[in-house]
């Protein structure tokens, strides 16, 4: 049972503009949400998270956003470069619990 | 290096054989983790072991699966009599304490191929 969703497995975006990555979730319990970028052959690497407690949460040119009555979070690159594409992962847990993630979605910019 | 180490990277087995995985995770990391993800899915969680609590082994697709955490450090992945459908990557991450506080950090891997 997929507790994280991400619907969107692939998006194309030039570079310079917005990369906007979705995803929903069903778990109203979950306190902690991330995102993770992978490139192939590697492990996940971890980019950026977010707490219950707040709906927003930037670290330079990304930017994670957090609708708790929705139970939906966006990742937002902006300006997105080639060096960005790769698979971007999201992922919640609730407090101490094991991270659950979603499919990922494929991200490729495009100079 | 300081990361968490996995081996053996690439492993090819027989149907029906059993197979071990290593991880290494980061020293000090409490908090370690199972996961693998087949061709075109997304990150399975399989096993979760924090400090020197009971695992959390609701991830396990079945019983040929277990793992075990020697010492709080060292983890190894065991599968016996492997399916073809036990092919996959599977990760292993470890961070140094909750999840929500402390951010996996992942290994590269290891490509198991069961032919």
């Known amino acids: 049972d997929q507790q994280v969703k991400q619907n969107s497995p692939s998006l194309s975006v030039q570079e310079g503009r917005i990369s906007i990555l979705n995803c929903d979730y069903t778990?109203?319990?979950?306190?902690?949400f991330l995102w993770y970028k992978k490139y192939p052959a590697e492990g996940p690497t971890f980019l950026i998270s977010i707490s219950s407690i707040k709906d927003k949460n930037e670290d330079g040119r990304f930017t994670v956003f957090l609708n708790k009555s929705a139970k939906h979070l966006s990742l937002h690159i902006v300006p997105s470069q080639p060096g960005d594409s790769a698979v971007y992962f999201c992922?919640?847990?609730?407090?101490?619990?094991?991270?659950?993630f979603g499919k990922g979605t494929s991200l490729l910019v495009t100079p | 290096g300081a990361g968490v180490s996995q081996s053996p990277s690439n492993k090819v087995t027989e149907k029906g054989k059993d197979v071990e995985l290593r991880c290494d995770p980061i020293s000090g990391h409490t908090a370690l983790y199972w996961y693998r993800q087949s061709l075109g899915q997304g990150l399975e969680f399989l096993i979760y072991?924090?400090?020197?609590?009971?695992?959390?082994k609701s991830g396990l697709p079945s019983d040929r699966f277990s793992a075990e955490r020697t010492g709080g450090s060292v983890s190894t992945l065991t599968i016996q009599r492997t399916q073809q459908e036990d092919s996959a990557v599977y990760l292993c991450?470890?961070?140094?304490?909750?999840?929500?506080?402390?951010?996996?950090?992942f290994g590269n891997g290891t490509r198991l191929t069961v032919t």
């Open positions: 778990n109203s319990m979950f306190d902690y």
């Open positions: 991450a470890s961070s140094l304490i909750g999840q929500g506080t402390s951010p996996l950090h």
């Open positions: 992922a919640a847990s609730e407090e101490l619990g094991a991270l659950n």
């Open positions: 072991f924090q400090g020197n609590s009971a695992p959390d």
